[in-house]
């Protein structure tokens, strides 16, 4: 299975929601796409969905980790939710949660960063 990427911006908030595997052969495409997103001038925070990830290795955690420290070297922040369990152990056997936020769902996640609680697609 590949992975499926959908970038989707709710005011200043760019939200991730990724679907399938995030492995090496799909980290550099993913780490483009969103480099480019983050450029856009409207977006501040960001909000990764793994509900649908179904797999993620080493090099998916390097792409994670690049973009939120990219995030918070402006001042913002980024948070992860909706996390499969599978996904969820490579993320706390790196430390990454010591750093980066975890939220049940996008819905909790919006209102953390102050977005009205309107349309979520």
């Known amino acids: 299975m590949s992975l499926h990427v959908n970038f989707t911006i709710r005011d200043t908030v760019l939200i991730v929601r990724l679907q399938g ?3 090496h052969h799909e980290a550099a495409q993913l780490r ?4 480019a997103h983050l450029r856009n ?6 909000i ?4 649908d990830l179904t797999f993620m290795d080493s090099s998916g955690l390097g792409v994670m980790l690049g973009r939120y420290k990219e ?3 402006i001042g913002n922040e980024m948070i992860i939710c909706s996390i499969s369990p599978e996904v969820q152990r490579l993320f706390d056997l790196s430390g990454m949660f010591k750093i980066v936020r975890l939220v049940d769902d996008e819905m909790t996640a919006l209102a953390m960063l102050g977005v009205e609680q309107c349309e979520i697609k």
Do not use: F, I, S
């Not at 483009?32 to 480099?35: A, D, P, T």
């Open 21 to 23: 595997e995030l492995d």
């Open 71 to 73: 995030v918070q070297a």
């Open 32 to 35: 483009e796409e969103w480099q």
């Open 41 to 46: 001038g409207r977006v501040r925070d960001v």
């Open 48 to 51: 990764v969905n793994l509900k």
